[in-house]
């Protein structure tokens, strides 16, 4: 299947489903972050990818509607973990480890 991961899914997300044997594309790989939605949208429906993403907005097939697309997935699960899984994608080899420390005390209590 391919897909294309919202830039809030980090690097893991990617690996992940790449390892399921999908044909993976990333937001930030094609430089599209912070692109409004309905750009995001066109780009997947041209590229024939369902988006990935955890951005709830997209979730509302009033605005959305499924039959104009090739897929749009929203995931669902604690915001927690899922802040701080985008967290460590993004600060992993940090030159500052403190900031890393707290990051990764902050999920213990998640």
């Given at each position: ?28 790989q ?22 990935i ?41 940090m030159r ?14 998640s």
């Open positions: 299947m391919k897909l294309k991961l919202d830039e809030n899914l980090g690097t893991r997300g990617a690996e992940l489903f790449d390892q399921a044997g999908h044909d993976v594309s990333t937001v930030p094609e430089g599209l972050c912070s692109s409004p939605d309905k750009k995001l949208l066109e780009i997947c429906r041209a590229q024939k990818r369902c988006l993403t955890l951005a709830l907005e997209f979730g509302n097939p009033l605005i959305f509607r499924p039959e104009d697309y090739s897929g749009i997935a929203v995931l669902h699960y604690s915001y927690g973990i899922a802040l701080m899984r985008v967290i460590e994608d993004r600060y992993k080899g500052n480890p403190s900031l890393r420390q707290r990051c990764l005390r902050y999920r213990e209590y």
